[in-house]
């Protein structure tokens, strides 16, 4: 299902910077809504608005932008975008600081300017690739690197469950919450997959669901078991697409190697999937 419209408002008394607003949304295509135009500080500042803001900077000459932006994107959901017209590394920099999305340098690229606005978050989400097959070889020979010396060891054995390597159920929600924060914070999407069936399942088939899902997360996924038949994974910068992509994976996996519970029963697997900011799991 595609991702419902946004509107979007450009903040400018600049017509060439307007009309390429302008061409850049309708290069967006379906993902664009209403296109609004607002001149001057005094209709911005009493509007109410949605969607996309791309703002002139020149608009704010006698107000604080930054100031301005901060209270915007904690008042109204809206994904703000500042127009550089310096050096734009600086500027991203300081627009991502402030809640922005980011800055776009002047003049306009349409094409970089229409896939961030055709993007739900503001952001291109790719979907989650494909891992390559591991070489055992390779690990084996470096295994003493990956595992770290003896002060790593006790802090990862502090943070884990140490039956079956997952994340601890505290460490797990302290991330979900620091991840879920900061998605809101710079408008990052973060998606949290949870797997659970009915039964009860010993320790060999725990072990088998557990390195189903480590198969196909990355080094900064946090994967837990949150209750006896319940598993999730936080998934940060996954949109909701690749949120799905990975859950069917998952599920696929799970279903192939043909688990059963402890009273010979099949198991039979459900999934949930949310994706913030926005809930657009």
């Not at 943070?159 to 990052?188: C, V």
């Not at 725990?206 to 997360?217: E, P, Q």
């Not at 198991?267 to 994706?275: I, R, V």
Request: glycine share 8%; aromatic share 6%; with cysteine.
């Amino acid at each position: 299902m595609a991702a419902p419209a946004r509107d979007l408002t450009i903040v400018s008394a600049d017509q060439d910077l307007v009309a390429a607003a302008q061409d850049a949304a309708a290069q967006a295509g379906d993902a664009i809504g209403t296109v609004s135009v607002i001149a001057d500080f005094a209709a911005l500042d009493c509007a109410e608005i949605d969607g996309h803001l791309l703002l002139d900077p020149r608009i704010f000459s006698a107000h604080s932008l930054h100031e301005w932006v901060m209270t915007c994107v904690r008042e109204q959901r809206v994904l703000v975008w500042i127009m550089s017209f310096g050096n734009n590394v600086d500027a991203d920099g300081l627009a991502r600081f402030v809640g922005a999305q980011g800055a776009l340098e002047m003049p306009l690229d349409l094409a970089a300017m229409s896939e961030r606005l055709g993007s739900p978050f503001g952001v291109p989400t790719p979907v989650r690739p494909k891992l390559g097959i591991p070489d055992d070889e390779a690990i084996l020979q470096h295994r003493d690197d990956i595992l770290g010396g003896e002060e790593e060891d006790s802090f990862v054995a502090n943070i884990t469950q140490q039956d079956n390597g997952l994340f601890s159920a505290p460490y797990y929600n302290h991330r979900r919450d620091e991840e879920r924060k900061r998605a809101h914070r710079f408008r990052f999407p973060c998606s949290e997959v949870s797997f659970s069936c009915d039964g009860e399942l010993d320790d060999a088939t725990l072990l088998a669901i557990v390195g189903v899902i480590l198969c196909d997360t990355r080094d900064i996924d946090i994967v837990s078991q949150l209750g006896p038949s319940k598993f999730a994974a936080l998934l940060p910068h996954t949109g909701p697409h690749g949120a799905k992509v990975f859950a069917e994976r998952t599920i696929s996996g799970l279903k192939k190697l043909g688990l059963k519970d402890v009273l010979d029963d099949d198991l039979d697997w459900e999934f949930e999937s949310d994706t913030c900011p926005d809930g657009t799991g």
